[in-house]
């Protein structure tokens, strides 16, 4: 019987080609079938998709195998039962004894096996002999621009102008919180400082003298013998032979500017870790390394050539027996026990911000900006200077006094307006070879003021923060397009990056992105609007001025493109409700960003022949500082993690968790948490909606992520072991299979 369709079935049939105006019923593009003949594809059919996941099936199948012949065995001896899981683990590497973690920083590196309740934490520094010492090398820190002028002179009008309004403004506050105010306490302060003379304590009668590290038994001849950690910094500046001591890491990067070659630089990063590993660890003979896994600990916008670097020691030089790698937010996250946090880490000369969600970082939340505790102890002593601190000598390139100011700074400094009178404190000067010398001085609002920088970074000396970057190693290209930057970039970053360079809102290839996130086709090159113009009608139209003038940061070219300046007001009226979009000045740009930072254009769509290369744009991109006030750059964060979403909104705003030495300044917490709050107003009612916390159960916050990191080498389900095999066929393109994000 020949079957014949209903009249529904070929209304239907017939509503789906046209409708009564003939127009289409859905927006959505067709898509055309694939053709067949035609069709290709690698999946699954290049070594490195599957490699990984095979040898992942050998090795279970070799366990299987073994588990099965130990309970032959123990049956066969009448003891069932007894050989528990853990048991048969050990046996995988899984050993947490086995296992190294190892977080690398700008200043420290915590060290340690998995199964260590504490990392062991080391200055990341290394002294070599040198014909002359980092000292001698170059101009003393903080910086000053004149030399024998009067102390509130030598840092510059600018310098000058910013602390006077900075501490005006601190005045107007604490008065507005009803907090005591005495018109002289400034003078009372220099006035005093300005008659200190230090009093000489025979070295013998100091009983805190420091114990300088003996360079006898280093051969003067052998230069390829070097100090590492504490034992660096304690070598006399004056010894003889001289060392220079080196930081193979800085701003969160590999320290090309302090260093004459890449190798030079990597022998220092390599020779550090073996140093670790055998004064630290304790595992001295290096047939020993290949027992050993190794997780280490990497920042979440890192730099694929670093990662590289890293695994390449790992595994030729170190040889150990398998590697894996963690974003520093996640392992946070592992570290505090929470599934979804907004990580803010605060580390010497880094900030890095990224909310975790269900155990992933969210990519685009990511940013990373270039200050930290360093810049606080660096701005607190500027401060002091100015305000005729009696040690007036003070060098923060010179050891010892590096020392010093750390220890003053993490003393004295607080954010907590009710601590702020004028104080009298003393310090002890301890120089190798010369007496001990007590200096007694006074601080006022300094010692606020500093650490408030991390909320007006303007203040920090960003002068040389981007000095020497990509000197020797150049940045990771994607191996099938040697044109195409692939090292990650985030949402949030390029943000930030754009608020301080707005020609960065045009996407290589010319493509504008508004703010939505869209991308708008460029239009010929003659007619193509002023970046800028972007800005003017998207976010100033709306009452929103923003940009900032960050100190440092390049301005963007042209004298007739002037920086809008004026204080960053992300949201309307502060009060954008977590979704970014043409009504405030959040901007969220383009989806897969991960690649390289800015979306291909749609296909079809104009061109702009005369626009910049992906690699041009890498370029602009990388020349520019990422530096923002704390608070708008969580909110930034924030805002490209929840998408518009309220849920999250109040997931990540009540789940802030501030971590790394730096968050250790005593009344950070709250002083952020109150600056959001300011932020977002539509949050601030609920308690719970806008909290900020540090790590849990009263765990160290510059640890909480060695401790995640830790827990994670300990897990034995996930599969991110690189081992020497895969390494060996792959190369560094197995960590495509083997991280836990988009590599
Ligand atoms: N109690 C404290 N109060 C204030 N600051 C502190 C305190 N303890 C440590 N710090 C500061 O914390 C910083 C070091 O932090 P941390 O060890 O987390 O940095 P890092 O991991 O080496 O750096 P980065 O994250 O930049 O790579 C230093 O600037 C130090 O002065």
Redesign the pocket.
Known sequence: MVGKKSGKALLREEGLQRTDNGMKQSSWPEIQMINQKNYYTDYMKRDDQHLALRLQNEANRDRMIRNAKDKDRALAMGAEGELDEDESMNNDGLDATKIIVIHP????MRIGFASDALPKTIPMAIAEKWPINESQDVEPRPKRQKLDVTPEQQFGEEFAKKFTKMSNDLKVDMRANKRKVLPNSKELVVNYNRRIEPEKIPEHNDPMRIEWTDISKDDPEDVSSYFTGMEALRIPDDSKPKYKVHWP?QH?CLHENDYMSASHLINDLESFIESALRKELGLNRSGEWPQYSCVVVIPDLYDKKYVEQILELCMKEFEFKQVAFIQESLAATYGAGYSTACIV?I????TSICCVEDGMCIEDSRINLKY???DV?ETFLKMMLFDHFPYQDINLKRRYDFLLA?EL??NF?TMDQALISTQLYDFHLRAPNQPTRKYQFKTYDEVILAPMGFFDPSIFDNSEKLAGRRKYIERSYNAYDPEMPDDPTSAAQLAILTSIKPSLATTANGFTLNGNGNMDVATPSKEKPNPLNFFRNDSEANGNSRVTSAAGSPAPEGANTPVPSGPYVFGANGTNGGSPGPGGTTFQFGNGSHNSGTPNPPPGMFVDPLARTQKDFANERDAVLPIAPLDIAINTSIMHAVKGEEKKTKDFYGGIMVI???A??PGLGPFLEDRLKKLRPDLAAKQENLQVGTSPREMDG?VVVWKGASVFARMKTHESWVGPLEYERLGSRVLTTKVLWNY
């Open positions: 920083g700008s200043q420290n890491i969160g880490d580390g010497a000369q880094k930290g505790g360093f102890t750390e700074k993490t400094c790394g030495g730096g250790k300044t510059q």
